[in-house]
């Protein structure tokens, strides 16, 4: 049997062998996946299908956020499903499975024997495609050579995997980088796939910050944790170089300066010089910043042909980085980090009409600041600013990966709560409540402290639109605000709260 995973067009991503004996296929998002699929909709751990001791194939939701559909019926996370061939499953909104009959892989001999399973991920998708292909038609050329070909073989198939992953990697990040929203994600994205095309044992992504006039670092990858940070002048002269220059710069060690080289020798603690890569990230004619890959064996330089592959990557990251850099800027708010309030609206209709076509529960926070205004009147506007800030990053902090926090006005938050019932939305808000009644806000000399009033609009079968759960939420933060400090009140359940004694 074969798993072939799906886009929600119905195109075959790619297929991974389903073998009696083992410890079944876990699909997710994590390195330890056995399929790595790069969606944010999958959890870490999504699902793991293995066949059962009656020899039927079984699936089971791991840790799905919405569950998963099998022919249009939704699973209970933990609970084993049977998992019959041809049959349909939806794992999220973009990622679908099905199981099939294959022979091939059931009946394939000795000659396939160094399928290496522990690569078989499906990030990228094109890139791990292409390879298993390249790979099938290899092991199926072997069977008719005889045995003293099958060292050049080998070595050949090495060499055409390597060009087929350079390329391939080029046509994944066009296809992904223009699919990816989220901006973090996307820098992440950037760095795997470089060090994907360039072997390399670490990477660093460093963008310009036009403000201050300076190139800052904005995300780093060490594939190997021994493999320490060598940061030196040297370095640095190099990446200002690349970001000058607007050029691709390979530097093996033997580039490095003498008085360099030197000044290693003389100092114990010094590390020697690894091979470099740097790709300047353009957009039009302006350098928005350097992309930053090493090697740690000092005799294995960037090749020359990772040039042209590095320079059409760089072109295409660049562009995707410039442009959700500019979506980033138009739905954060600069102060608290949070998603603004125009893109907080979008949000929650989407999430509204999630919710309401899976049949979810969904919960929604209005959270006010008591008497902010004289928090500002007594320190000014200064510290008022940084304590909305802080109170910001407490928030985001505070939320599961899937909550949507939000600044909905000057002092006032708005917190979205997918999957999440009435009794869950009052614990959350309760939590919150405590959190940031005892948390004192210490900026310079100072230590400021504030209570909150929460609105929460829970789930309720009556409210068709999304705009009518929003008026609910205000509705009763009104309430809250006006019955005094530290209240919560719910709508639509006619329910109050007070704060709990000794806080």
Request: charged share 25%; net charge neutral; hydrophobic share 40%.
């Amino acid at each position: 049997m074969k798993l072939l995973l799906k886009d929600q067009l119905g195109r075959i991503i790619t297929e991974f062998p389903l073998l009696k004996g083992g410890n079944g296929v876990k699909i997710g998002r994590s390195a330890e996946s056995d399929i790595q699929v790069a969606s944010l909709s999958l959890a870490e751990d999504h699902v793991l299908v293995r066949y059962g001791s009656d020899g039927r194939v079984l699936l089971q939701d791991l840790q799905s956020s919405f569950g998963i559909i099998i022919n249009g019926e939704r699973t209970q996370p933990g609970f084993l499903k049977e998992l019959p061939a041809g049959i349909p499953v939806q794992l999220s909104d973009d990622v679908f499975i099905s199981l099939e009959k294959s022979s091939k892989w059931e009946n394939s001999d000795a000659a396939d024997t160094t399928f290496d399973s522990s690569q078989a991920t499906v990030f990228p998708f094109f890139l791990e495609r292409n390879r298993r292909q390249i790979h099938q038609i290899f092991a199926e050329t072997r069977s008719g050579f005889p045995k003293e070909y099958l060292g050049p073989l080998q070595t050949l198939e090495k060499v055409v995997q390597e060009r087929v992953t350079e390329w391939s990697a080029i046509i994944d990040t066009g296809f992904a980088l223009n699919s990816v929203t989220s901006y973090g994600r996307l820098l992440e994205y950037v760095i795997d796939m470089a060090l994907e095309v360039t072997k390399a044992d670490y990477g660093r992504l460093i963008l310009h910050n036009e403000e201050m006039d300076r190139l800052e670092t904005m995300l780093l990858r060490r594939l190997n944790n021994k493999a320490p940070l060598r940061e030196n002048r040297e370095t640095d002269r190099f990446i200002l170089e690349c970001f000058h220059g607007h050029q691709i710069l390979l530097k093996a060690p033997e580039d490095v300066s003498a008085a360099t080289n030197e000044k290693l020798r003389r100092t114990d603690e010094a590390l020697p010089p690894r091979p470099l890569a740097l790709v300047p990230l353009r957009v039009q004619n302006t350098t928005i910043g350097v992309l930053h890959l090493e090697r740690q064996d000092s005799s294995a330089p960037f090749p020359e042909s990772t040039l042209d592959p590095l320079r059409i990557f760089a072109g295409q990251a660049a562009l995707a980085i410039g442009h959700a850099r500019l979506m980033h800027l138009a739905t954060i708010d600069a102060l608290t980090g949070l998603i603004n309030h125009p893109h907080f609206h979008q949000r929650m209709i989407e999430e509204f009409a999630r919710a309401t076509r899976h049949q979810t529960p969904l919960s929604l926070l209005l959270l006010k600041i008591d008497h902010f205004d004289r928090v500002v009147k007594r320190h000014g506007d200064a510290v008022g600013d940084l304590v909305l800030k802080k109170l910001g990053r407490l928030l985001k902090s505070a939320m599961r990966i899937h909550d949507v926090a939000a600044r909905y006005a000057s002092d006032e938050f708005a917190i979205l709560l997918p999957s999440t019932p009435s009794e869950g939305a009052k614990t959350v808000a309760e939590k919150l409540r405590l959190l940031i009644t005892k948390a004192g806000f210490r900026i310079a000399k100072k230590t400021v402290k504030i209570t909150i009033s929460v609105g929460l609009a829970g789930p309720s079968p009556q409210i068709k639109k999304p705009m009518e759960w929003l008026r609910l939420a205000v509705t009763a933060l009104k309430e809250a605000f006006d019955a005094g400090d530290g209240r919560i009140v719910m709508r639509p359940e006619e329910s109050a709260f007070s704060p709990l004694r000794g806080v």
